[in-house]
């Protein structure tokens, strides 16, 4: 196992521990649901950002667990939430918890989720105030772009996908690194940390939604939906077939929701959204030498991260 493995190991293992300490009481309704949706806890990488930013700042341990704990619940019940809206049947690979146990039931543990982060955020003596009303913060404008992605029927502009992709990913990522600063007493004001992981949350976005078009022999949920894309907002550009291609996607009819995702697929416009995903990634890392020195570790691992994960779908997508 590599350092980096074993680091990871060792924070999901301790989150698992916490997780089980702060599980709702026994007696609750709740119970079940909360352990069968830790059964299949992800990747923790909210958490594992915040735990990374807290060590390279000195925090204390414990007060470290406690908020890396809250970013990912937090993180957790907007899953939760999401599934509840589209309808979606799984999660991490098993029955999503609105498809095992209900709608109401979800609603329930992500609200239990979301206040049970307050409460993780406030132990912290010196700055529980401070980290309460982050989390808030991040969580409002969650929700905000999760609302503008739900409401969004018209295709979006490429700058009204951005604005909507930014506020769908970035909130929850700035979070634990800003905490952690926070706490340690180290001033963020006036650097580039928010425009660093925007840069990352659109080339993450990005590269969902390509893979949500292509192959074109799966049914696009975006164009299915009407949902913000980046590969049909540049579609949407193009002069050949726009008139004819915007009356569909206005209609509401999918009736030919299968020729348009071929069209889209085999279109130039993949490559265009490729090069902009490159391009983020590569303005992001040039904001990485803008940080505190501390925290730069932390943020070029996340652009790695993201630098990677693009990468492996690339790859996908190509195969």
Not at 141 to 162: F, P, V
Not at 228 to 243: E, H, I, M, T, Y
Not at 296 to 319: C, D, F, M, R, Y
């Amino acid at each position: 196992m590599s350092p980096e493995q074993s680091a990871k190991f060792q924070i999901t293992n301790c989150l698992d521990e916490l997780f089980h300490r702060e599980m709702p009481h026994q007696t609750s309704s709740l119970v079940a649901a909360a352990r069968y949706h830790f059964r299949k806890p992800g990747k923790n990488f909210r958490a594992q950002l915040a735990l990374t930013s807290g060590k390279a700042l000195g925090l204390n341990e414990l007060d470290n667990l406690h908020w890396a704990a809250a970013c990912e619940l937090l993180h957790n019940a907007s899953l939760i939430h999401d599934d509840i809206s589209d309808a979606s049947t799984h999660r991490r690979g098993q029955e999503s918890i609105n498809q095992h146990f209900g709608s109401d039931m979800a609603l329930c543990l992500g609200d239990w989720m979301v206040a049970k982060a307050f409460e993780l955020a406030a132990r912290n003596s010196r700055v529980g105030g401070t980290l309460v009303a982050l989390l808030a913060h991040a969580m409002q404008e969650t929700c905000s772009g999760q609302g503008a992605d739900l409401t969004q029927h018209q295709c979006a502009e490429l700058d009204e996908w951005e604005r909507i992709a930014k506020g769908k990913t970035a909130p929850l990522l700035i979070a634990p690194i800003k905490g952690a600063a926070i706490a340690a007493g180290l001033t963020l004001e006036g650097i580039n940390l928010e425009r660093l992981v925007g840069l990352c949350g659109l080339a993450y976005q990005g590269r969902n939604d390509i893979n949500d078009i292509i192959p074109s022999s799966h049914r696009s949920s975006d164009l299915d939906g009407r949902k913000p894309n980046l590969v049909v907002s540049l579609f949407a550009q193009q002069d050949d077939g726009r008139k004819d291609f915007l009356r569909w996607y206005e209609s509401g009819d999918n009736e030919n929701l299968v020729t348009w995702q071929r069209r889209i697929a085999t279109s130039d416009v993949i490559l265009h959204a490729n090069q902009s995903i490159d391009y983020w990634l590569i303005e992001a890392e040039k904001l990485v030498h803008t940080l505190p020195i501390e925290l730069q570790p932390v943020v070029q691992g996340l652009v790695n991260s993201v630098k990677q994960k693009t990468a492996i779908k690339h790859q996908e997508q190509i195969a």
